[in-house]
């Protein structure tokens, strides 16, 4: 049965704390299990009389007292040593209750792989010795879960140095024998209130009655005989002696083994935590990067739209500001304009990705802006000449060498229908009418009819009736003034010269307008043009200012451009982090070991609830 606890708990170690861990439970047991003798631990508070009892022991066995095996009233043993005698050895252990935990755990590492232990109270009967009695009967300094670890016989329970409870045995047997029953019961009744079930002896020793000999290294047994009848050490040799070796030491293996088991349970829980911690901040750190990533990739996003915004929007000021038809001049002005525009657009940008890194504490030299003529670069400079030659002038000067030609030609035309100059009718037209004027109205009707006739001045037909009408005042005149060349011809042509006189008044009204109409369509046209080509250089402005703006952000030779420093700085927060793969084990190592660490739990657990783990 024991050895199938064993097996279990060496399993269980192996997973829960490593093949090592088991490996040297294991040798550590066979230290002791190489022996036949019995091994005989004692235990308890420092100077309660351990060394003091094992050498009386030795006395009594007629074995040697070794050399290191020394008494003292203040502390004196540190370190756990082992005494052989006839089929025993005595192991001396450091008190407990000491400053130095180093020394108590010393000294309870000892109590497990132990074929008997006995343990020391002293006559006083501290709280922390029955606290540490009881934990030992119940288990529970062997394990968390406790067990009945120490079957009959593998412990024994001594009220040391019993002639200092208050009665001289030596004065007063029969006081002496009733204090110590006082002393064993209150003990017994201590311990009750602990630990159900069968209780070890308990048994009051006087091993060295009032320490007389703990100068004498080597004291005969004679010396002791005085005490023999009631100090006690017949009866605890008599408790030793009982014990059978192979069953004893089937106990101390199991118990051996499940002191290794809660130590080990001890060490994976820690490690369980520490794991667990760790894995908690591989996924902090993991989640801080993926929300510095965002921000890289937003910081990224913002600055590259904005530097083609930017880019854009000085190139458009530029081309609606200054003089379009000189390309030397748009030039000049977009180099300019962009140099200090890129250049604050690279300070702020970088100032970002500076800070970004400072957050993730990640060292980040900022490539700088480089120099102007590097922020120009290549595709301003093929739009600008692209741009072309200006046209707006020469279709100006072409548009008012028309207009002065359409006036010459309309004047011309004008002369040619009236045959007079049509500056010269008004004059032409008060003369006519000064001479009708001066004819009489019934004379007037009649040369009026003979002169409205074609060609009756020349036609030597109507000479008689020109020659008649001439006698009467004024008609001669009008005659002769009518056969002048360059002037009014007939009534007839006055009439038309009349009508056309109107039409030049009231064109000689309208022609400022006209002008100013005329001006101000050719300004509109040249506006129009001047607007048409602005829009023109936009558009073609706008794929510039894309092209450009991803020149800037590309890698550039040593990645130092824009889109280099993103990537060094994105590899830089992926590199300080663990990836989805490594948080993945981290949490298969913890489920594997909290399987291992609940599984060796689950040992220990079902080891306190066994009713006997004896075989
Ligand atoms: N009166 C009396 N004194 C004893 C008895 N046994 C030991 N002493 C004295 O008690 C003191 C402590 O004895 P040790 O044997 O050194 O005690 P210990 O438990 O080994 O002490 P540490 O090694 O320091 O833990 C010494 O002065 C002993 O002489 C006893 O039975 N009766
Ligand atoms: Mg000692």
Redesign the pocket.
């Known amino acids: 049965m024991s050895t199938r606890w064993v097996q279990r708990l060496r399993e269980a170690i192996e997973a829960a704390a490593g093949p090592q861990s088991a490996a040297d439970t294991d040798s550590a047991w066979r230290q002791v299990a190489d022996s036949d003798a019995l091994r005989v631990t004692l235990v308890?508070p420092?100077?309660?009389?351990?060394?003091?009892?094992i050498k009386r022991l030795l006395v009594e066995d007629a074995s040697p007292v070794p050399q290191w095996l020394t008494?003292?009233?203040?502390?004196?043993?540190y370190e756990i040593r082992e005494a052989r005698s006839t089929g025993v050895t005595y192991v001396?252990t450091?008190?407990l209750g000491s400053d130095e935990r180093r020394h108590d755990l010393l000294a309870l590492s000892s109590v497990a792989a132990t074929d008997l232990l006995v343990v020391?109270v002293t006559p006083q009967l501290l709280g922390t010795d029955v606290d540490r009695l009881a934990a030992l009967v119940d288990g529970t300094a062997i394990t968390p879960y406790g067990g009945g670890f120490f079957p009959a016989g593998a412990l024994v329970v001594v009220i040391?140095?019993a002639?200092?409870a208050g009665v001289d045995p030596v004065d007063d047997l029969d006081g002496f024998r009733a204090m110590v029953e006082r002393k064993r019961a209150a003990v017994v009744t201590a311990l009750q209130r602990h630990v159900r079930g069968e209780l070890p002896p308990v048994i009051a020793?006087?091993?060295?009655?009032?320490?007389q000999h703990?100068r004498n290294p080597q004291p005969d047994a004679a010396a002791f005989a005085e005490g023999r009848e009631w100090d006690g050490v017949a009866q605890l040799r008599a408790a030793l002696d009982a014990g059978q070796v192979p069953r004893l030491r089937a106990a101390a293996q199991l118990r051996h083994w499940a002191r290794a088991g809660a130590v080990a349970l001890d060490q994976a829980t820690a490690a369980l935590a520490q794991s667990q911690d760790q894995l908690r901040r591989m996924q902090a750190d993991r989640s801080q990067v993926l929300v510095l990533e965002e921000e890289l990739a937003a910081i990224d996003a913002s600055a590259a739209s904005r530097l083609r915004d930017d880019i854009r929007d000085e190139m458009h000021n530029v081309i609606m500001q200054s003089d379009v038809e000189s390309n030397e001049q748009l030039a000049e002005q977009i180099s300019e304009r962009l140099n200090s525009c890129v250049a604050v657009w690279h300070a702020e940008s970088t100032s970002k990705l500076v800070a970004l890194a400072r957050r993730a504490q990640i060292e980040l030299t900022p490539a700088g802006a480089g120099s102007g003529s590097q922020v120009v670069g290549t595709h301003v400079e093929q739009f600008v000449k692209r741009v072309g030659a200006p046209t707006a002038g020469r279709f100006d000067a072409q548009l008012n060498e028309f207009v002065a030609k359409g006036l010459l030609v309309a004047d011309k035309m004008q002369e040619l229908r009236l045959g007079i100059k049509s500056s010269d009718v008004p004059h032409h037209l008060t003369e006519y009418q000064s001479l009708v004027d001066r004819i009489h109205p019934d004379v007037y009707a009649r040369t009026l009819s003979l002169l409205g006739i074609d060609g009756v001045l020349t036609n030597p037909q109507y000479a008689q009736d020109v020659a008649s009408l001439q006698k009467h005042e004024g008609v001669a005149d009008l005659i002769s003034y009518l056969r002048k060349p360059g002037g009014i011809t007939s009534p007839a042509h006055a009439e038309k010269l009349k009508n056309t006189a109107h039409t030049l008044r009231i064109a000689a009204d309208v022609a400022p307008v006209l002008l100013e109409l005329l001006h101000m369509q050719q300004q509109e046209r040249a506006s129009q043009h001047l607007r048409d080509r602005r829009a023109q250089l936009q558009v073609q402005a706008d794929g510039a200012a894309a092209r450009q703006a991803e020149q800037i952000l590309g890698d550039g030779p040593q990645r130092t451009g824009w889109r280099g420093q993103v990537a060094e700085l994105r590899t830089a927060l992926r590199a300080g982090a663990a990836d989805d793969e490594a948080l993945d084990r981290a949490a298969q190592q913890i489920s594997t070991l909290t399987a291992a660490r609940d599984s060796l739990d689950t040992v220990l657990r079902e080891l306190a609830a066994a009713r006997s783990v004896e075989d």
């Open positions: 308890g420092w100077s309660a009389g351990k060394s003091s009892l008494v003292s009233a203040s502390r004196e043993t001396d450091p008190g020391t040391s140095k002639d200092m020793v006087v091993a060295d009655l009032g320490g703990a």
